[in-house]
C-alpha cells in the first residue's frame, strides 16, 4: 500500500520526461598514497622552520686509537699518618638549642635609616624626547678632568725628560766645541760659503756646457770614456752644490 503522501501529492499526476544525467567517477591517481607518504616525511624533517644546521666535523677530529678510554687520575701515595675527620655524634647527644639574641633587629635597622646620610641620585641626561636616559659623567658632557687639582700641570716624568734633553743637548755642545777645538777646525763665513757655492755652480755651468758638446753618436771608446768623466764630474759637483746649500754653518780643517 503506498504512502499518503505519494498518493494524495498532486505532483504525481504530471508526468516526469527529464532524465538527470548520469554522474560520472572522479579521476584519483594511482600515487595518491605515494605523495601522501612524502609530503608527511618533508613536512616532519622541516618541523624546525627549515632543516636543522648541524656543524660539518673538522677532517682533523677524527677518531683515534684509545680515545674513548676512560682515563684514570693519577695514583697517590697512601699516608697512614694523615689526620682523622672528626668523629660522628652519637644517637644520644643532642644540639644546643633555646639560644636567643636580645637583639631588636627592627628597631636597629629604622635607626640606621633615619640616622643614615640620604643616597644622592646618580647624575643622568636624556636626549630623546622617549625618555631615554645615560650616565652624565661619561658622557662627555661633564667637566669631570678640569676640576681636579693637577689639571694643566706637566706631569713630573715629562719635566725629567725635558731636564734631560737639556743635559744631553749641553753636554754635545761642549763635547763639540772641545773636539774643534783639539782639531782645529775653523768655521767658515758666509761670505766665503757663499764665493764656494758660487764657484761650484760654475764649475758645474762649464762641465754642462763641455757635456753638451758632445756629438750625438757615441761610437769610440775615448768619447766614452769622456762621457762618463764627465757624467761622474757633474754627479760629484751637484752632491758638493746641495751638502752646501743643506748646511748653514761648515767647519773645515786648518792645514
Known amino acids: 500500500m503506498d504512502s499518503p503522501c505519494t498518493s494524495e501529492s498532486i505532483y504525481n499526476l504530471i508526468p516526469s520526461d527529464l532524465k538527470e544525467p548520469p554522474q560520472h567517477s572522479?579521476?584519483?591517481?594511482?600515487?595518491?598514497?605515494?605523495?601522501?607518504?612524502?609530503?608527511?616525511?618533508?613536512?616532519?624533517?622541516?618541523?624546525?622552520?627549515?632543516?636543522?644546521?648541524?656543524?660539518?666535523?673538522?677532517?682533523?677530529?677524527?677518531?683515534?686509537?684509545?680515545?674513548?678510554?676512560?682515563?684514570?687520575?693519577?695514583?697517590?701515595?697512601?699516608?697512614?699518618?694523615?689526620?682523622?675527620?672528626?668523629?660522628?655524634?652519637?644517637?644520644?647527644?643532642?644540639?644546643?638549642?633555646?639560644?636567643?639574641?636580645?637583639?631588636?633587629?627592627?628597631?636597629?635597622?629604622?635607626?640606621?635609616?633615619?640616622?643614615?646620610?640620604?643616597?644622592?641620585?646618580?647624575?643622568?641626561?636624556?636626549?630623546?624626547?622617549?625618555?631615554?636616559?645615560?650616565?652624565?659623567?661619561?658622557?662627555?658632557?661633564?667637566?669631570?678632568?678640569?676640576?681636579?687639582?693637577?689639571?694643566g700641570i706637566t706631569p713630573e716624568y715629562i719635566c725629567k725628560r725635558n731636564e734631560d734633553v737639556k743635559k744631553a743637548q749641553e753636554e754635545y755642545d761642549n763635547y763639540i766645541q772641545e773636539s774643534l777645538k783639539k782639531a782645529a777646525m775653523k768655521r767658515l763665513s758666509d761670505e766665503e760659503r757663499e764665493a764656494v757655492l758660487q764657484g761650484l755652480k760654475k764649475n758645474w755651468e762649464e762641465v754642462h756646457k763641455e757635456f753638451q758638446s758632445l756629438s750625438v753618436f757615441i761610437d769610440s771608446v775615448p768619447k766614452k770614456i769622456r762621457k762618463q768623466k764627465l757624467e761622474k764630474e757633474m754627479k760629484q759637483l751637484e752632491h758638493d752644490i746641495s751638502v752646501i746649500e743643506k748646511h748653514k754653518i761648515i767647519y773645515i780643517a786648518n792645514k
Request: charged share 35%; with cysteine; proline share 10%.
Open 26 to 151: 572522479r579521476y584519483a591517481s594511482l600515487f595518491r598514497a605515494t605523495i601522501k607518504d612524502d609530503m608527511k616525511k618533508f613536512k616532519t624533517a622541516m618541523k624546525t622552520m627549515g632543516p636543522a644546521k648541524v656543524e660539518i666535523p673538522s677532517p682533523k677530529d677524527f677518531l683515534k686509537k684509545h680515545s674513548k678510554e676512560k682515563t684514570l687520575p693519577p695514583k697517590k701515595k697512601f699516608n697512614r699518618c694523615s689526620p682523622k675527620k672528626p668523629a660522628v655524634p652519637l644517637r644520644t647527644d643532642h644540639p644546643v638549642m633555646g639560644i636567643q639574641s636580645g637583639k631588636n633587629f627592627i628597631n636597629t635597622n629604622a635607626a640606621d635609616v633615619i640616622m643614615g646620610v640620604a643616597k644622592k641620585p646618580k647624575p643622568i641626561y636624556i636626549d630623546k624626547r622617549t625618555g631615554d636616559k645615560h650616565d652624565l659623567e661619561t658622557s662627555g658632557l661633564f667637566p669631570k678632568y678640569i676640576n681636579k687639582k693637577d689639571y
